[in-house]
T-cell receptor
Framework: AQKVTQAQTEISVVEKEDVTLDCVYETRDTTYYLFWYKQPPSGELVFLIRRNSFDEQNEISGRYSWNFQKSTSSFNFTITASQVVDSAVYFCALNPSGAGSYQLTFGKGTKLSVIP | DSGVTQTPKHLITATGQRVTLRCSPRSGDLSVYWYQQSLDQGLQFLIQYYNGEERAKGNILERFSAQQFPDLHSELNLSSLELGDSALYFC?????????????FGPGTRLTVL
């Protein structure tokens, strides 16, 4: 069975601060994919990144960066110089690539509030 | 905008009623997934269709059913509604049935059962 844990339920930061959202996952599959989604107050789920288990390179996209460490089963997400528009709930998700594995297993989400 | 559309955006109904939620996938996507988001259960996978056929089932109640039509749009039918069915229902689509595909989500349908 798969499991994704986002231990931080809520985080508040002041604008321009850096913030890291933690994600720890469990799976018995050797090949899997990890995702981050953003859910702004408007409610939709916005895809941010996909990373496969064979690629441990960190990724940076503008103010966003992701740190994947297979040894600790973690896929953490950092926002640099946070902005009010970053206020949202962020979900980490796992999808094993074994046969019959089609659904995303989501963490409970981390609500980020960026205070101006 | 993900390219996935869902209607209606909001739905308010009474216990015991039946409703239908509709989803149109992104152009070219063959797989459709349904998820339920509730405060106590979080985001949970309900069911997946690929090119008209059911491919995977998750925590979907027997009172719920879905189908995917030849034009690839999908409908989720919820019957004998209970208060606990109040939730945000998401549809997602992906290019194929591969678990490695990225799933793109629609804006969701917020269902309120009174």
């Amino acid at each position: 069975a798969q499991k994704v844990t986002q231990a931080q339920t809520e985080i508040s930061v002041v604008e321009k601060e850096d913030v890291t959202l933690d994600c720890v996952y469990e799976t018995r599959d050797t090949t899997y994919y990890l995702f981050w989604y953003k859910q702004p107050p408007s409610g939709e789920l916005v895809f941010l990144i996909r990373r496969n288990s064979f690629d441990e390179q960190n990724e940076i996209s503008g103010r966003y960066s992701w740190n994947f460490q297979k040894s600790t089963s973690s896929f953490n997400f950092t926002i640099t110089a946070s902005q009010v528009v970053d206020s949202a709930v962020y979900f980490c998700a796992l999808n094993p690539s074994g046969a019959g594995s089609y659904q995303l297993t989501f963490g409970k989400g981390t609500k980020l509030s960026v205070i101006p | 905008d993900s390219g996935v559309t869902q209607t209606p955006k909001h739905l308010i109904t009474a216990t015991g009623q039946r409703v239908t939620l509709r989803c149109s996938p992104r152009s070219g996507d063959l797989s459709v997934y349904w998820y339920q988001q509730s405060l106590d259960q979080g985001l949970q996978f309900l069911i997946q269709y690929y090119n008209g056929e059911e491919r995977a089932k998750g925590n979907i109640l027997e009172r719920f059913s879905a189908q995917q039509f030849p034009d690839l749009h999908s409908e989720l039918n919820l019957s004998s509604l209970e208060l606990g069915d109040s939730a945000l229902y998401f549809c997602a689509s992906s290019a194929s049935s591969a678990s490695t595909d990225t799933q793109y989500f629609g804006p969701g349908t917020r269902l309120t059962v009174l």
